[in-house]
């Protein structure tokens, strides 16, 4: 009998993945928790039935959110991160010696004890002298940050149920507010390619353009995501994420990525037309 993992997408388009070994579930305080084995992708971790990350494509993600910001602000030191109770934003993070501290604010332990045994690749930093775990509300415990940090990484789910918080006009205040004079936020987006998505992407930039002075978005394409393709968000109060691009300084680092490299940094932030449309009608 075949076993088939399916994801809506929309409610007329489903994405299905076979499934070698149902490995993990579990119902947290908070979601659904599953593990799957699948031959094409890999350990597939899913949460309330949505793919959060796939062995298969897991490093374009993790890639693109962390290494972005971390090519163009030589002289971040101090992270926070919310979500990725997976450890995949950390394990990237902690790759820089001039990394002093990282905060990972997760919600739910249990996604970080089930990636721990199931997620090892992601989660094998974890440990990392530098990283502090703290189990709660991200958004209570930003707002008692001021000035304390050098880049936030927003890695939440969609901006639907439990994340949606994340994605308001109060929580990117309380991230400026936390951030030094010249600290960076990066998020993720969502895919502007369906209506919903798109909707959301579009409230999202708007709350964020009337916060920071500098904001733009950029783009990578991960197979599992809806319509293989997703966004990410830049703001910033003092670096352009072209123009402020140290591709000699990172470059120098001889970081090996699979899927970043400073030339596709730069291209990363080309849109197409048809999304410079949708983010010029909400910036203006």
Known sequence: MDLWFSEFHTPDVKHSIRVSRHLYSKRSSYQQIDIFETPEYGRVLTLDGSVMLTERDEFIYDEMITHVPMAVHQGIRDILVIGAGDGGVV???????????????????????????????????????????YFGNALKFIRRREASYDLIIVDSTDPFGPSEGFFTREFY?????????????????????????????????????????ISRVYQAHIPTYAAGYWLFGFASKKYHPVDDLDAAAWNALNLRTRYYTTRLHVGAFCLPAFLEEMLQEVEE
Not at 92 to 100: A, G, K, M, S
Not at 113 to 132: I, Q, S
């Open 91 to 133: 394990r990237e993070l902690t790759r820089y010696d001039r990394v002093r501290s990282i905060d990972l604010v997760e919600m739910d332990p249990q996604v970080v004890e089930a990636c721990r045994e199931f997620l090892p690749g992601n989660a094998c930093r974890m440990d990392d002298r530098r990283v502090k775990i």
């Open 173 to 213: 205040g309380s991230c400026y507010t936390a951030l030094r004079e010249d600290g960076i936020m990066v998020n993720q987006q969502g895919s502007p390619f369906y209506a919903e998505d798109a909707e959301a992407m579009k409230r999202s930039h708007k709350r964020i353009v009337s916060t920071f002075p």
